[in-house]
């Protein structure tokens, strides 16, 4: 026989109806609606905890992705006479995709690497660690702009997971003498000149392309530019670019003050600059490398 209340009569049926009545009415309702809000409690909670984990995990891996690329770009430029050379570095974001590399040689001149990396964050930081460390090995062997380059793409290849790097290498002999190979990278201004490079794409995508060299001379206080689309990248509030006429313009400028306008415009991506005037040869100027600090607070 199945038990129901209906079996209580008398005093136990009022006992009975007394439990739900008073103090505290209970019904199913209450007890699923209780239930449900228990459960939706444990979910938000886990939800967080896990939400918590993720960002906890994605800061950590920004902050190791930030203090890799702050090691790689250079703290101080090497003193080289007959080159006063000078250089800035604003990214956008915690971590950027600009890179640059200034290593003497053994002729007394200057090897000057510049390049953009596809990407941001920790890819875009080991495969800047990739290509400095190819750059530093081969400056060892070759200071051909074209050959580094080849080797670069090489190395890239075998490496890349679909993404790609601009990039121009440039050597300056001690007489003037400038020799560049470019990789898909903006063009260096003389003056308020604008280069003409041989070009070939950027390094990552073919195996067969080979990287020209393209020669020119540097005159005594003739100044070359070299920077990353984030100056003529820059917009304005209104939708306008910073663009080729403006950065021509500004060209002759020293580097701070090149990244400063770019930045004063609206700066959207990460902003590299690099001059170098050829001088006298027992004039030198190094210029330390004006780097953001390592610091939280760039997001």
């Known amino acids: 026989m ?17 439990l739900f009545a008073w103090p505290f009415p209970i019904s199913v309702q209450n007890i699923a609606d209780f239930l449900m809000q228990i459960s939706i409690l444990a979910i938000l909670v886990l939800r967080f905890a896990r939400t918590r984990r993720d960002e906890e995990r994605h800061a950590s891996e920004l902050e190791a992705a930030r203090v890799v690329q702050q090691v790689l770009i250079p703290e101080k430029i090497p003193a080289i ?3 006063a050379i000078a250089s800035v570095y604003k990214p956008a974001s915690q971590v950027g995709g600009d890179f640059f590399q200034i290593i003497s040689t053994s002729n007394g001149g200057v090897l000057v690497v510049i390049g953009d990396v596809s990407g941001k964050g920790m890819p875009a930081a080991m495969t800047v660690s990739l290509l400095v460390g190819t ?27 679909g993404g790609f790097t601009t990039c121009l290498v440039l050597r300056a002999d ?7 190979a470019n990789a898909g990278h903006l063009a260096p201004y003389c003056n308020q000149t604008e280069l003409k ?13 080979i990287y020209a060299e393209s020669t020119f001379h540097l005159a005594k206080g003739e100044q070359l530019t070299l920077l990353t689309d984030g100056v003529v990248e820059a917009r304005g509030k209104n939708g306008e670019l910073f663009g080729f006429e403006r950065t021509s313009e500004v060209a002759t400028e020293s580097a701070e003050s090149i990244a400063q306008a770019a930045q004063d415009f609206g700066q959207e991506d990460d902003i590299t600059v690099l001059t170098i005037m050829r001088v006298g040869l027992s004039e030198e100027a190094v210029v330390e490398v004006a780097t953001p600090a390592l610091s939280p607070s760039l997001a």
């Open 174 to 180: 001690v007489d003037g003498t400038l020799t560049l």
């Open 135 to 161: 750059v530093r090995t081969l400056a060892h062997f070759t200071q051909s702009p074209g050959e580094i380059l080849n080797a670069m793409n090489q190395r890239m290849l075998a490496r890349s997971s």
């Open 81 to 83: 006479p007959g080159f």
């Open 197 to 209: 490079l041989e070009n070939g794409l950027p390094i990552g995508l073919d195996a067969n392309t």
């Open 2 to 18: 199945i038990w129901s209340a209906g079996h209580l009569s008398g005093p136990a049926y009022e006992r009975y109806q007394h």
